[in-house]
């Protein structure tokens, strides 16, 4: 950017002759960074980058009729082993011994032959 500048003695003058300049020397420096701000708008961060979902979905298997049958797999025919299981002396979490029995539950269990038993 070319300002003319003044060649008079006046200090009015040499005072806003500096301030012109500084402007100038600014003007230039703000000019230079903002082609290079366009320049890098011009780039491509990534290939085929996707932009962040604001609201992303849940993961997982969704509940309910429209999601399709959720399936577990069937009790077996043939109980080949049965196995029964006594409470434990004490609570393995705080070391209790007043345990009471409230259920039993039933687990099938498939070995690597294929032989079902159930613990009990």
């Known amino acids: 950017m070319d300002v003319p500048k003044t060649t008079t003695d006046c200090p009015g003058c040499k005072q806003q002759q500096s301030v012109i300049d500084a402007l100038v020397e600014q003007v230039e420096k ?3 960074r903002l082609e290079k701000i366009e ?4 780039r ?3 290939p085929f980058r996707k932009e962040r979902n604001s ?3 849940k993961a997982g298997r969704k509940t309910g ?3 399709g049958k959720h399936h577990r797999r069937a009790a077996p025919e043939q ?3 049965t196995y029964n299981v ?3 002396s004490c609570c393995p979490g705080c070391g209790c011994d007043q345990l009471m029995k409230t259920e039993t539950q039933i687990q099938h269990q498939l070995n690597f032959l294929g032989r079902t038993f159930i613990d009990s």
């Open 44 to 46: 491509q961060a990534a």
């Open 65 to 67: 009729e429209d999601h």
């Open 39 to 42: 320049l890098e708008g011009k």
């Open 55 to 57: 609201d992303p979905k």
């Open 79 to 81: 109980i080949d082993e």
């Open 86 to 88: 006594p409470l434990p």
């Open 30 to 32: 703000l000019t230079k």
